[in-house]
Each structure stands twice: as C-alpha cells, then as structure tokens.
Nanobody, 112 residues
Framework: QVRFVESGGDLVQPGGSLTLSCAPS????????MGWYRQVPEKRELIARM??????YYLDSVKGRFTISRDNSKNILYLQLNSLKREGTAVYCC???????WGQGTQVTVSL
C-alpha cells in the first residue's frame, strides 16, 4: 500500500504563510489525482486537488490563498498556504484520489 509522509506544519501567526510537503512512497502523479485535506476532530475535508493533467480545484474558503502544486521529478506534492486564518488550524493530510492509507499529517496552528 502507498504511504504518505507530510511535513512543513508549524505555529504561524494569522496572516502568515507556510509551505506543506507530501511525499508518497510511490510515483502516483501520472496515474492518480492528488488531494490535500484538512482534518479537525470528527471532520476531514478536501481543500485542494490536482488531477493528472494538472487541473486544480480549491474549496471556496481557501481559493485565492492556497496553491497546490507538484514536482514530478522529486515526487513531492506541495500546498502553499498564504494569508492564514485562525480557522486554518488543523492537521493537513495528503492522499491520492481515490484514497489509500492515511499518513500522520502535519499540524498547522494559526495563533498569536
């Protein structure tokens, strides 16, 4: 089964920025769409998605502030988070679509 390792989470002030990274254990980008999810207790929501051909989708609440991208040569998926808000505090996870096993995610805390 494919495994995902997320990194880059941190404590950041409102309005700040972070770049999250996701490293799948296998090369998936040419076969599967990839998504970034935001997880809070009892809820996981898809916030950004990139298809095989590079088309992107964003949840309305993050549109214009977050950017999903990938480096095919490094097999890494990124999520750039700008203008972070307090409600952005969550564990951020990545996965293929359809999803496989979930990784640990990376904690983003937005606070003064």
């Amino acid at each position: 089964q494919v495994r995902f390792v997320e990194s880059g989470g941190d404590l950041v002030q409102p309005g700040g920025s972070l770049t999250l990274s996701c490293a799948p254990s296998e090369n998936l980008f040419s076969t599967y769409a990839m998504g970034w999810y935001r997880q809070v207790p009892e809820k996981r929501e898809l916030i950004a998605r990139m298809t095989v051909d590079g088309s992107t989708y964003y949840l309305d609440s993050v549109k214009g502030r977050f950017t999903i991208s990938r480096d095919n040569s490094k097999n890494i998926l990124y999520l750039q988070l700008n203008s972070l808000k307090r409600e952005g505090t969550a564990v951020y996870c990545c996965n293929s679509i359809p999803s496989g096993f979930w990784g640990q995610g990376t904690q983003v805390t937005v606070s003064l």
